[in-house]
């Protein structure tokens, strides 16, 4: 039997016990540009899920899971990267040796970054959105390792080079106080090698350190950095020969390159890192690609094949073929995949996060008051898998059953 309470909002209707639950991970498949055909892969997701960058049929492209839109951005590019936020993303335009990088703030805004219409691109963004980092047409007429500062208006550039003899390079990542670069380079003498820049608060370089290759490889690339500076992630071997594998340098281990573990192929590549978490892909012995994880901690003798973590998410021949990154607080997993349902290659959205319910300590303050009321009131209403502690039951909606928590538990832990 029903009963009526009257409280705050008003009348709320409690039948039966009160359940407390959790919902799991989930899938999302982001589709194309086209009903059928096309292809499209994500490369960065905003924290809460709601706005994943990447290309879709050729266009840089915009995934806004709030609206349920595909903004189609520019022809002939990609955007790589997008703030914790969403509120900006970077990318470029062309193929080399016409390239052109850009800047896009929501709804649909595009700017061209400097040196443009000089070569440049950006591929990597700081979670708050105030730097990005690329490769650029340098003042010695070279194309160098960047930086851009994008809270200034218009926004500056710098490049980079090992001194002495550095005359080409490209940068991938940047920490989250936009004080460590890593990137890769050819210099003479030395090959093609990565390299790792410090950088003082005015952007001049304070010291900088070779990422090598695993000993009896041809040359290494470093994708990413951790959020803190000091862990680079990447490829080693030969890239463009086709036998190539993921590895990591540790600034604890003096920067000397540590082999992940892998899937038995020859090819794998480490493209992301938040945390202790790196992502990336790893070839079987039959050649097919297959979207990996690792642990920081355990990254040399172990590798987690996300099609089997993850396999209840997935149709009768799906795959999720390359993990291409991770929101900044390292909760979703973005890349390419195989969607069986629509028999095409598309970009994923993949959400590791459980929902644990709770006793309605929203704030996890350890006491349910008024601060735990007014959060979930002012979430009322809301649905989806993003909510965080204000969905209390984990029902994928903040409603009743969530307000009705915190009543109960009124007082709990003060």
């Known amino acids: 039997m029903c009963r009526s309470w009257k409280h705050l909002a008003g009348l709320l209707c409690v039948c039966g016990a009160l359940l407390m639950g959790a919902y799991g991970q989930t899938l999302t498949w982001l589709g194309t540009l086209t009903p059928t055909g096309g292809r499209s892969a994500a490369y960065g997701a905003s924290n809460d899920g709601m706005m994943v960058v990447g290309q879709a049929n050729g266009y840089a492209a915009v995934w806004n899971r709030q609206t349920s839109t595909i903004t189609q951005v520019y022809a002939s590019s990609y955007l790589i990267a997008v703030a914790a936020d969403g509120s900006k993303a970077v990318g470029f335009w062309g193929s080399?040796?016409?390239?052109?990088?850009?800047?896009?703030?929501?709804?649909n805004n595009f700017q061209w970054l400097p040196p443009a219409p000089s070569f440049c691109w950006a591929v990597d963004i700081t979670p708050s959105g105030s730097h990005a980092v690329g490769k650029a047409r340098s003042p010695s007429g070279n194309n160098l390792p960047a930086?851009?500062?994008?809270?200034?208006?218009?926004?500056?550039?710098?490049?980079?080079?090992?001194?002495?003899?550095?005359?080409l390079g490209e940068a991938y990542g940047i920490s989250d106080d936009a004080r460590t670069v890593v990137a890769f380079g050819h210099g003479n003498r030395w090959g093609y090698k990565g390299v790792v820049f410090?950088?003082?608060?005015?952007?001049?370089?304070?010291?900088?350190?070779?990422?090598?290759?695993?000993?009896?490889h041809y040359g290494c690339v470093p994708r990413e950095v951790s959020g803190d500076?000091?862990?680079a992630v990447g490829n080693t071997g030969n890239f463009w020969g086709g036998s190539y594998y993921p590895v990591m340098w540790r600034e604890?281990?003096?920067?000397q390159p540590e082999q992940p573990a892998h899937l038995g192929g020859n090819a794998g590549e480490a493209f992301d890192i938040r945390g202790d978490v790196i992502v990336g892909f790893s070839s079987l012995p039959n050649g097919q690609y297959r979207a990996v994880r690792w642990n920081v901690a355990t990254a040399t003798t172990q590798v987690e094949d996300l099609n089997q973590t993850y396999a209840a998410l997935l149709g009768?021949?799906?795959?999720?073929?390359?993990?291409?990154?991770?929101?900044?607080?390292?909760?979703?997993?973005?890349?390419?995949?195989y969607n069986a349902a629509t028999g095409r290659y598309e970009a994923f959205l993949l959400d590791t996060q459980v929902c644990a319910s709770h006793n309605g300590d929203v704030d996890e303050s350890g006491c349910v008051?008024?601060?735990?009321?007014?959060?979930?009131?002012?979430?009322?209403?809301?649905?989806?898998?993003?909510?965080?502690?204000?969905?209390?039951n984990c029902d994928?909606?903040?409603?009743?059953?969530?307000?009705?928590?915190?009543?109960?538990?009124?007082?709990?832990?003060?």
């Open 96 to 107: 080399y040796p016409d390239q052109r990088a850009f800047m896009w703030t929501p709804p």
């Open 147 to 167: 930086v851009w500062e994008l809270n200034t208006n218009p926004p500056l550039v710098h490049t980079y080079a090992v001194p002495g003899d550095m005359y």
């Open 198 to 216: 410090r950088l003082n608060s005015d952007g001049s370089v304070a010291a900088w350190a070779f990422l090598n290759p695993v000993s009896g």
């Open 229 to 231: 500076g000091t862990i």
């Open 252 to 255: 604890v281990n003096n920067w």
């Open 316 to 337: 009768n021949g799906s795959v999720l073929a390359m993990a291409l990154g991770l929101s900044p607080n390292g909760r979703f997993i973005v890349g390419e995949g």
């Open 369 to 392: 008051d008024d601060a735990d009321l007014l959060a979930v009131l002012f979430a009322f209403g809301q649905s989806g898998q993003a909510l965080g502690r204000v969905d209390a």
């Open 396 to 414: 994928g909606v903040v409603d009743d059953a969530d307000l009705l928590i915190v009543l109960f538990s009124f007082g709990s832990g003060c």
